[in-house]
Every structure is written in C-alpha cells, then in structure tokens.
C-alpha cells in the first residue's frame, strides 16, 4: 500500500522522506542525534542542576529534586511558594502600610487565578486566606463580613496586587461590576492577560530576623498595644 499524501515527512527543508522520530527522516534523526545540539540523559546527569549557583545532583528535567519539585509546583524553578515561617510577616511589616501609586505585586504563594494566598491564624487553627484581606487587615480595615470582597481600583487583583490604596471592600455585586468594568470578568470574550500599568515587586527576606512577630494575628495585636 503506497504511502498516503497526507502522510507526515521530514521537517528538514527540501526532504520529503517519511518522518521516523521528533518530525526527521532516519537520516537527519541520526545526524541530529550526533551533532551538537543533542544531549543524551548522560551528559544531562554529568553536568549536574541547570539552576546557576547550584551544586545538587540532577534528578529530572535538568534540576536537582528540589529545583525539580519548584518547577513542577510553581512554573519557575527559582519561585518559592511555601517561604520559611515568619518570612510573610516581616515582609508584612517592612512594607505596610505601603505610600507608592502603583501596583504592588504579592511576592509569595498565588492560586490558580493569580490572586495571592498567604496563612493566617484562626481559633481552629492556620487558615489559607487571599492576601489582600491579610494586608486590608494588617492596613487596619478588618473585613466587615463574610460577604464582603476585596475590589481592586487598578484592575490587576488577579495579578497579585495587593497596594492598600487600590483596595476597598464592598458586595459580590460591586465586584462583579468591577471586574466587567476593568474587563477581567471570566464571562468576558478577549479577557486581559497581561497587567495594566506600573508595579512594583519587593522581593521578602528568606532568612526570617529573630524578635518578629510570628502571625498575622500577632501583628495587629502589636499594632493595637502601640496605639
């Protein structure tokens, strides 16, 4: 049986011989697998963690296990999402309240929709909650109830903004006006993908300073003793 026209050839301009492995014929697949441009599982392993400074033994991917695991989870093998204890409240607290005009992007965890996670402490325990309440809170304007959502002015909740001036609370009402305004509503054709205007991201310090408070919780109690 001949071969059919639609049947798949060499990506290699001018080969029109039937493609045998990654879109090349037998024979560019082996010049491939020769050249320079190839590079077997061995000398992936030899060579070590692709990550620059990192001196681990590779595990996969061309990472080491852990630069590995934060591609995986994360996206970017550099980004950490699970910060060392206590490292969300001393950013918290070199940075609020925060004076700058424009966005200021949640340097720790997100959720699938881009806005920031942070843990809080409740009386059943630590609770996973949206970063903007963590700052409103921290800012001094707890949430009213348990109804109310955190709208953002600029737009760009959902790429992590968390600047107190942006914020306010109001209704589900409100926030679905809000979002249909700005053009980010899930329900919109065409949604933004990328953030509108300037921003600014103050990276945390890893190493957490000993005399911190530990929780949110702990913060505006601070607050509230020094008022």
């Known amino acids: 049986m001949g071969q059919g026209t639609d049947a798949p050839v060499c990506s290699h301009k001018g080969c029109g011989k039937k493609t045998h492995r990654r879109g090349m014929c037998q024979k560019h697949y082996k010049a491939f697998r020769t050249g320079p441009d190839y590079r077997p599982m061995k000398r992936l392993k030899d060579a070590g963690c692709a990550v620059d400074g990192c001196d681990l033994p590779y595990h996969a991917k061309g990472y080491c296990s852990a630069h590995y695991t934060r591609?995986?989870?994360?996206?970017?093998?550099?980004?950490?999402?699970?910060?060392?204890?206590?490292?969300v409240e001393v950013w918290l607290q070199s940075t609020m309240p925060y004076d700058g005009d424009e966005c200021l992007i949640w340097p720790f965890a997100r959720d699938p929709n881009g806005y920031g996670r942070?843990?809080?402490?409740?009386?059943?325990?630590?609770?996973?909650?949206?970063?903007?309440?963590?700052?409103?809170?921290?800012?001094?304007?707890?949430?009213?109830?348990?109804?109310?959502?955190?709208?953002?002015?600029?737009?760009?909740?959902?790429?992590?903004?968390?600047?107190p001036k942006h914020m306010?609370?109001?209704?589900?009402?409100?926030?679905?006006?809000?979002?249909?305004?700005?053009?980010?509503?899930?329900?919109?054709?065409?949604?933004?993908k990328e953030i509108d205007g300037p921003y600014v991201v103050i990276e945390p310090e890893i190493e957490t300073a000993a005399g911190h408070p530990a929780t949110?919780?702990?913060?505006?109690?601070?607050?509230?003793?020094?008022a």
């Not at 800012?139 to 760009?156: E, W």
């Not at 306010?168 to 933004?192: L, P, Y």
Request: charged share 20%; hydrophobic share 25%.
């Open 71 to 87: 591609s995986e989870r994360n996206g970017d093998p550099l980004v950490i999402k699970c910060p060392p204890n206590g490292s």
């Open 118 to 163: 942070a843990r809080r402490k409740t009386a059943n325990g630590y609770k996973s909650a949206l970063a903007s309440h963590v700052v409103m809170e921290v800012c001094g304007s707890p949430r009213p109830s348990t109804k109310h959502c955190c709208l953002h002015s600029c737009g760009n909740g959902h790429f992590g903004c968390v600047n």
């Open 168 to 192: 306010r609370w109001g209704t589900q009402a409100e926030n679905i006006e809000d979002m249909m305004r700005h053009g980010t509503h899930h329900s919109q054709s065409g949604k933004r």
């Open 216 to 226: 949110v919780w702990a913060i505006t109690q601070q607050q509230e003793s020094a």
